[in-house]
């Protein structure tokens, strides 16, 4: 404190203006396609230090601040191999090159839209996703994914609506503190993330907070052109392979949508590895009614890009969009799929906590099916040194009970009830 005291002091004799970083309102660690960068959010008049190893690195200035942003977000490429790092003393998660446990989870944010609208201030029955992420990283996890769908807050909290009241709303800082640094304060701490964008961060919603704060570019692109290029982590024995699919519709054709996630398919770095494709909207989607699970389509324009383009050495596709928990065994020359949509936000189904098996019909095939509905996350642990590694993951509920139990070897994605 007297330190800076003293360097306000004399900045205000010389008769210069006093730029101050002040301790970050948010900092954390991302997977880019370059490798680890460092991002904060600085409320001050410049961007925060950053100490990599007891030596002093600069930040750049992603974006300045704005009405909606009054901040500025910072970043900078966090050096392989580094040992420490700290932003304004705040310390920093250090990557893995072969992270052995990895936290799932997605669809997150508090919904406000309208008369859909949940609890925002009730932690534990309205809106879990403090709870959530606080039990993720009692986990000591190595790597989060998440798989979007972070902001869901975009209109007022009704009136007389005393679970919801004060919310902040709206694609602005104020909301995103809210949908996401806040309750996530103890998992970003806990290890690096990978983010991928979600339909909610799409142009008409909260893209301007996403190109801002969370995409993977290194330079803020801006809606209403911004698109997030695919880029992918190597985790060693698979790669990860993060593709924007905020824009295409579920159930409607369009030759734009799906060439654009062709050409996503396409700019997968080609290898011998094997891909976990990490999107936001699934592949194929399963609907439950009571102990049945039906296949409702899937994903029309995502479907008819893996028709022109192919899914490469894809063994599994990992994504949320569906407020469920579901598996979907690898058949037919197809990858196995995983959704982790069990985030915070309203679930499908509040009567189908109970896991169903099942074999049914998608797209053509009859393919081994888990699924429930509850709020959670999932665990994955690598089994084995070898080139290519075994995993297991657990479902755990916000009583942290493991709630199911699954198998991922050469592709083949098994789950059971635990």
Request: net charge neutral; glycine share 10%.
């Amino acid at each position: 404190m007297r330190r800076t005291a003293a360097i306000l002091f004399v900045l205000g004799v010389m008769g210069l203006p006093a730029v101050v970083a002040a301790a970050p309102a948010a900092a954390w660690v991302q997977m880019t396609g370059a490798g680890a960068e460092v991002r904060a959010v600085s409320d001050g008049s410049a961007c925060p230090a950053l100490d990599v190893d007891g030596k002093p690195r600069a930040m750049s200035l992603r974006a300045g601040p704005d009405e909606a942003f009054a901040n500025r977000i910072c970043e900078a490429p966090l050096p392989k191999g580094a040992k420490h790092a700290s932003v304004e003393g705040v310390a920093l998660p250090l990557p893995k090159a072969r992270p052995q446990r990895l936290v799932i989870l997605g669809d997150s944010g508090c919904r406000l839209k309208g008369p859909v609208v949940q609890d925002c201030n009730d932690p534990v029955g309205g809106w879990p996703f403090a709870k959530v992420a606080a039990l993720a990283a009692a986990q000591k996890p190595d790597l989060v994914i998440h798989v979007g769908d972070y902001y869901y807050r975009e209109t007022p909290c009704p009136p007389l609506m005393g679970g919801c009241a004060g919310s902040p709303y709206g694609d602005k800082w104020l909301t995103w503190k809210a949908e996401l640094f806040d309750p996530a304060q103890g998992l970003l701490k806990a290890a690096p993330w990978v983010f991928a964008r979600g339909n909610h961060e799409d142009c008409q919603r909260g893209g301007k907070g996403w190109f801002r704060l969370l995409d993977a570019d290194p330079k803020a692109l801006a809606c209403p052109a911004g698109h997030s290029a695919t880029f992918a982590v190597d985790i060693g024995g698979a790669r990860l392979a993060v593709l924007d699919s905020a824009d295409p519709d579920d159930t409607h054709l369009n030759a734009d949508q799906t060439a654009a996630f062709a050409a996503d398919l396409k700019a997968i770095p080609a290898g011998a590895t094997p891909v976990w494709l990490v999107t936001h909207r699934p592949l194929w989607e399963v609907f439950r009614a009571g102990s049945l699970l039906t296949d409702t389509g899937g994903n029309a324009n995502e479907r008819q890009a893996v028709r022109t383009a192919g899914l490469g050495q894809t063994e599994m596709i990992v994504a949320g969009h569906l407020h469920t928990f579901y598996s979907l065994d690898a058949v037919a020359g197809r990858p196995s799929q995983l959704v982790v949509g069990t985030g915070g936000d309203i679930l499908d189904s509040n009567k189908a906590a109970t896991p169903v098996i099942a074999t049914i019909p998608v797209d053509g095939a009859e393919t081994p099916a888990f699924a429930m509905d509850r709020f959670g996350y999932f665990v994955l642990d690598r089994v084995g040194q070898g080139a290519a590694d075994d995993w297991v993951g657990v479902f755990h509920d916000l009583t942290d009970k493991v709630i199911a139990r699954c198998t991922l070897r050469a592709g083949r994605l098994a789950c059971v009830a635990a």
